[in-house]
């Protein structure tokens, strides 16, 4: 018996495929109207569009950047002025993810401690900072904290080596050389094989129900030759203040608009991301914590073998919208005077009139920075996830 044919317009899947195509087919047209009449307005105003003025070398920036981590000068054509502003917002926003995501677990487990005073003080941080604007929170690390700094004739020095004042933060820093070189390498070494050692304890204890005593002494003793190789093998540098010329020399100087949006990004990323640390772990059934404590493990290794594991599963979709907002918040830069790709950009539009042109750029950083961000943790997200036989 021949199967009836289904006329195609009572076909699902090919009702799906037509929609599809209108779809882009609309999104297509809108783009092209949109970008025909920003072409005409532009030839009314006597205006053309274009990027290739940031190649230019004939056109120079004109304007400072006070953070630069590469050499930059006023004399220098656009394209320079935004790769410095590109990695400043990188090393923020790098800087700001680690940092809020440690921050963060740290706090979200003091939410759920046992100490009365410590889960106080964890409720109070997240309560406050999450109910206060960031941009007031700017400010107030800007103007109230770094800028409140002694000057800087007289800084204010902890520990004989770093030295704090209203121009900056300066810290002791590794000098480029063959010592250091080696130095950084045999850190590298030692994390790949503590990481090593952890794990081969983590299949141990879940395998033979052992304490993996013997794993312990040999990570303590990485982490000592790690200690002791950050503060003899590295060939540090040390600031120093100069009363000739007024000025802290040598080491490394974070800047005060630096320092804010880092600290300010950081504490307020935190207390969200302390919150889904908090209800990850609340999540996870009562009944794996008391199966995994009949098993004899203790609360530490309850939490790191069998709880965190889980929480993973449930915490990093949320974490992965709190990193972007992150991403998103370091923007606010231009409010305290740190020379991110926002900034640098309003700067280049205000110069040259090309608005629309350095509004794309900066709509296109973000939305890469952005989309990089959600590969890497949707990867992270399947990798946790329980695979279904």
């Known amino acids: 018996m021949n199967e009836e044919k289904i006329p195609f317009w ?45 190649f230019d070398p004939e056109l120079n920036s004109r304007f400072n950047i006070g953070d630069s981590p590469i050499p930059y000068q006023p004399t220098d054509p656009y394209y320079k002025a935004v790769l410095v502003g590109l990695l400043n917002s990188l090393r923020v926003m790098i800087s700001g993810i680690i940092l809020a995501f440690f921050l963060g677990v740290i706090i979200g487990l003091g939410r759920l401690s046992d100490n009365w005073l410590v889960q106080k003080i964890a409720t109070i941080y997240v309560e406050t900072i999450r109910n206060t604007p960031l941009l007031l929170q700017l400010f107030f690390w800007y103007f109230a904290v770094f800028l409140k700094f002694p000057k800087i004739d007289n800084p204010l020095i902890l520990f004989n080596s770093i030295f704090l004042s209203n121009q900056g933060v300066y810290f002791p820093f590794p000098l480029a050389n063959l010592q250091t070189f080696l130095a950084i390498l045999t850190l590298f070494l030692g994390v790949v094989i503590a990481f090593l050692i952890w794990r081969k304890q983590t299949k141990t204890i879940i395998q033979q129900g052992t304490t993996g005593r013997i794993y312990n002494i040999a990570l ?57 640390v908090r ?11 008391e199966a995994a404590k009949a098993l004899g493990l203790n609360s530490s290794l309850v939490m790191r073998l069998v709880i965190f594991p889980q929480a993973l599963r449930v915490m990093i979709p949320p974490l992965t919208s709190e990193f972007l907002n992150l991403a998103k918040n370091s923007s606010l830069a231009v409010a305290i005077g740190y020379n991110d790709i926002y900034a640098v950009s309003n700067t280049i539009s205000n110069q040259t009139g090309k608005s629309i042109e350095m509004l794309l750029i900066v709509m296109a950083t973000y939305l890469i920075f952005n989309l990089i961000i959600s590969t890497f943790m949707n990867s992270l997200n399947r990798l946790v996830q329980l695979k279904e036989k």
Do not use: H
């Not at 949109?34 to 940031?54: A, D, H, K, P, Y």
């Not at 503060?231 to 010329?245: A, K, N, V």
């Not at 209800?279 to 914590?289: H, K, L, M």
């Open 10 to 54: 009572r076909d699902s899947r090919i009702i799906k495929v037509i929609i599809q195509i209108l779809i882009i087919s609309s999104i297509l047209l809108l783009i092209i109207v949109f970008g025909s009449n920003l072409v005409n307005n532009f030839r009314q105003l006597g205006l053309t569009f274009g990027f290739g003025f940031i």
């Open 220 to 276: 303590i003793m990485i982490i000592i030759v790690s200690i002791l190789t950050i503060f003899f093998g590295l060939d540090w540098q040390f600031p120093s203040y100069d009363s000739q010329i007024k000025r802290i020399e040598d080491g490394l100087n974070i800047s005060p608009e630096f320092a804010t949006l880092l600290t300010g990004l950081t504490i307020y990323t935190a207390g969200f991301i302390a919150e889904v």
């Open 279 to 289: 209800s990850g772990i609340q999540a996870v059934s009562q009944g794996q914590w």
